[in-house]
């Protein structure tokens, strides 16, 4: 089975800066799908970034960028001049590539953005 | 502004109650989903919709009863909830019912408390 693990329940940077929030991942597909979603208070999923395994070129959106590292099976999320409005919870999923619905959630990381 | 809209916002009830929650979708996309969230949490699939039919349904209790009248709508009718149902309650919906690179567009949820 699939599994998702966020080994960081929370963390902090202070406006301006860089922070990476880790992923990794466990399956034995070949090909796949990861995605990084974000949930400020408001409550609202928002989609930030996805990567299919099978591309080895990081995917890019604008201040957010992802190391896919396929061998490790890790899938890092790279936020470049945190703004305040970053501060959210931040939820990796895992997709399979025949299945539209099972997404594999990691436990979130809670995103602290120091003015 | 999210493309998905889910009513109520809010929503306080007993135990004895019924009411529906609502979403509703105008992309185009042919399957939807509820999930339930409990704080701090991820998301945890409940119902899958695929072409306007019941396709997944995640175990979910009796009291937890799933409608989709057309393509565009999505209802949840609780009744007899108990307390441990007080959550966030989640729709999404996603492009393709069949396998696809495309991600799932979420609500803003409706938080659900069970007096």
């Known amino acids: 089975a699939q599994t998702v693990t966020q080994s960081q329940p929370e963390m902090s940077v202070q406006e301006a800066e860089t922070v990476t929030l880790s992923c990794t991942y466990d399956?034995?597909?070949?090909?796949?799908?990861l995605f990084w979603y974000k949930q400020p208070p408001s409550r609202q999923m928002i989609l930030v970034i996805r990567q299919e395994a099978y591309k080895q070129q990081n995917a890019t959106e604008n201040r957010f960028s992802v190391n896919f590292q396929k061998a490790a099976k890790s899938f890092s999320l790279k936020i470049s001049d945190s703004q305040l409005g970053d501060a959210a919870m931040y939820f990796c999923?895992?997709?399979?590539?025949?299945?539209?619905?099972?997404?594999?959630w990691g436990a979130g990381t809670k995103l602290i953005i120091k003015p | 502004d999210t493309e998905v809209t889910q009513t109520p916002k809010h929503l306080v009830m007993g135990m004895t109650n019924k009411k529906s929650l609502k979403c509703e979708q105008h992309m185009g996309h042919r399957a939807m989903y509820w999930y339930k969230q409990k704080a701090k949490k991820p998301p945890e699939l409940m119902f899958v919709y695929s072409y306007e039919k019941l396709s997944i349904n995640e175990s979910v209790p009796s009291r937890f009863s799933p409608e989709c009248p057309n393509s565009s709508l999505l209802n949840l009718h609780l009744h007899a909830l108990q307390p441990e149902d007080s959550a966030l309650y989640l729709c999404?919906?996603?492009?393709?019912?069949?396998?696809?690179?495309?991600?799932?567009?979420f609500g803003d949820g409706t938080r659900l408390s069970i007096l």
């Open positions: 999923a895992y997709r399979r590539v025949d299945s539209n619905y099972q997404l594999i």
């Open positions: 999404a919906s996603s492009q393709e019912a069949e396998p696809s690179n495309q991600p799932q567009h």
């Open positions: 399956t034995s597909e070949s090909d796949y799908y």
